[in-house]
């Protein structure tokens, strides 16, 4: 997607070889035009496909989760990472591990609002080693719901996520692939031009 790549090469910082830092328009704040320009493109990626649900993972997937139900005008329920006060018991766990924070938690989302009629898309914002992706297809499964597929904003095709999930048959769908963060500067695959 033309627009998101522009805003990336335009406000994003390269951390490292491996970390692109994009606070300024998703993961910290949050620019509601780009998104739903990319909720937009989530929806016409996955419209003939007869979803039902939007599955992501608080917080940053929050935004273009929300943008693509929107416009597909189905629910979006987002995974959360702490148990809140109001859980019933009645819920799918699931453990993601972040490589790039070393930290394992669980997921949680009610079984209220994901059954085996459902069609989900799952939507996130990084796709790097593929931890948070995977912990959400375990609770679609845990639920007998069909997964469409995945849309990502930004994969990092030089992190082995997306080869993964798509070798196992997954359709995964991302707004923007880098290809490289080397020498502070963010190359795409050309191949993600849409
Ligand atoms: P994985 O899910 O693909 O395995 O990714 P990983 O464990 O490496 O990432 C853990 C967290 O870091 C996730 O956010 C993920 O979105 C984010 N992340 C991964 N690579 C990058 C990157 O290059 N830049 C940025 N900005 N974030 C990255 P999270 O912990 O779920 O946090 P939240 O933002 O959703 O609250
Ligand atoms: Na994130
Ligand atoms: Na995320």
Do not use: C, W
Not at 54 to 74: D, F, H, Q, R, W
Not at 131 to 138: K, V
């Amino acid at each position: 997607m033309k627009a998101l790549q522009e805003k990336i090469k335009q406000d994003g910082l390269v951390l490292s070889d491996q970390v692109l830092k994009v606070d300024s328009f998703l993961n910290h704040q949050v620019d509601p035009v780009l998104m739903k320009k990319m909720g937009e493109e989530f929806a016409r990626l996955f419209r003939k496909d007869g979803v039902t649900k939007i599955l992501t993972l608080e917080s940053s997937g929050i935004s273009p989760a929300l943008m693509a139900a929107l416009e597909l005008k189905v629910p979006m329920v987002f995974a959360r990472k702490k148990k809140p006060l109001t859980q019933s018991a009645d819920v799918y766990t699931a453990t993601v591990h972040s490589f790039t924070k070393n930290t394992t938690h669980e997921i949680i989302v009610s079984r209220a609002f994901l059954t085996n009629r459902d069609k989900v898309l799952i939507i996130d914002d990084f796709l790097a080693y593929g931890q948070a992706a995977e912990g959400l297809i375990d609770i679609v499964k845990q639920a007998g719901a069909n997964l469409s597929g995945i849309g990502i904003v930004i994969e990092k095709a030089f992190q082995p996520g997306g080869e993964r999930l798509r070798s196992r048959g997954i359709r995964v769908e991302s707004l923007a692939v880098i290809q490289s963060l080397k020498n502070g500067t963010v190359s795409f695959l050309e191949e993600a031009y849409a």
